[in-house]
C-alpha cells in the first residue's frame, strides 16, 4: 500500500489535532501536525533530509505565528523562530524549495480574491475547513494526480480574480519595458529597498542623478511614490538588485515569475 504523508499546518491547536487525528484513522495516510509556519519549514527540511518527504501540506489560510506552547494529544511542532510565515507566503515557500509537495489552503469562509493568490502562489486546493473528512480527503488524493480543487461557489470569482490579475500585470510589464535599461537598474536598487545614496554610491552615480532617474521612473511608471514603483515592478515580476560588492550589480532585465 503506498501511504500518503500529510503535513497539518495550522495554529489553532484543538482543530490541528482533530484533523490530524482524523486522518491517521485512514490506513493509508501517515500525518503529522506544525503549529506555525517556521515550524512547518523545518518538518519538510527534516523529512527532506532523511529522505521522507512529505506529499501534501494542508495550510490555514489564516495562519498566524506560534501559540504558547501546550502539550497537545497529538504532536505539534511549535514554531518558536521571530517573525510569522502566513498561509499563502508558506505556499509560495514550498512550491519554490519543494516543487514535488502539493499544498491544499484550509479555509474558513469563501474568499476569491484570497483564493486567487494562494492558487497564484503554488496551491493545488482551497477548501473550507468544514467540510466533511471524505471530501477532504478525495481532494488530497486529488491533488496527488495533479488536480486542482476550488469550491463551486467561487469558481467564477476565482476565474475574474485570475483574469484581472493578469491584465494588471501585463500592464505593469508594458510600462516596465519603457523603461531605459539603467532606469531598470535604478527600479531593481529600489525594489531592493536602497535609497538615493545608497544607489549612488552603488553605482557609482552622483546623488543628483540618481534623483533625475528615480523621477522618470516614478513618471513612466505612472505613481507618485517610492511604494508604488516597487508595487508595480513586483507585479511585473522585477526582482531586487543583487547587492553584491558596489558598483557589480548587474542590468538584469524583468523577469516573469
Known amino acids: 500500500m503506498v501511504r500518503i504523508r500529510v503535513l497539518v499546518v495550522d495554529d489553532h491547536r484543538i482543530f490541528a489535532e482533530s484533523l490530524a487525528a482524523a486522518l491517521a484513522a485512514e490506513p493509508d495516510v501517515d500525518v503529522f501536525a506544525a503549529g506555525s509556519g517556521p515550524a512547518a519549514l523545518r518538518c519538510l527540511d527534516r523529512a527532506a533530509a532523511e529522505g521522507r518527504r512529505y506529499d501534501v501540506l494542508l495550510v490555514d489560510a489564516d495562519l498566524g505565528g506560534a501559540l504558547p506552547g501546550v502539550r497537545p494529544a497529538v504532536s505539534v511542532h511549535d514554531g518558536d523562530e521571530e517573525g510569522l510565515v502566513d498561509g499563502i507566503s508558506l505556499v509560495a515557500g514550498v512550491r519554490s524549495a519543494q516543487p514535488g509537495v502539493r499544498t491544499v489552503v484550509l479555509a474558513e469562509r469563501d474568499d476569491p480574491r484570497r483564493a486567487a493568490l494562494a492558487l497564484q502562489a503554488g496551491a493545488s486546493g482551497w477548501v473550507a ?129
Open 129 to 257: 475547513k468544514d467540510c466533511s473528512l471524505s471530501r477532504l480527503l478525495t481532494v488530497i488524493r486529488g491533488v496527488l494526480r495533479d488536480e486542482t480543487h476550488l469550491p463551486p461557489a467561487l469558481l467564477t470569482g476565482v476565474l475574474k480574480e485570475l483574469t484581472a490579475a493578469r491584465k494588471h500585470r501585463t500592464e505593469s510589464e508594458r510600462l516596465v519595458e519603457s523603461l531605459t535599461p539603467r532606469e531598470r537598474e535604478v527600479l531593481r536598487c529600489m525594489v531592493a529597498g536602497l535609497g538615493r545614496k545608497a544607489v549612488a554610491e552603488r553605482l557609482f552615480l552622483s546623488p543628483h542623478t540618481v534623483r533625475t532617474h528615480m523621477q522618470n521612473v516614478l513618471g513612466k511608471l505612472g505613481v507618485h511614490s517610492t511604494l508604488a514603483a516597487v508595487a508595480l515592478a513586483r507585479r511585473a515580476g522585477v526582482g531586487p538588485a543583487d547587492l553584491g560588492p558596489a558598483g557589480r550589480i548587474g542590468v538584469e532585465e524583468s523577469s516573469s515569475a
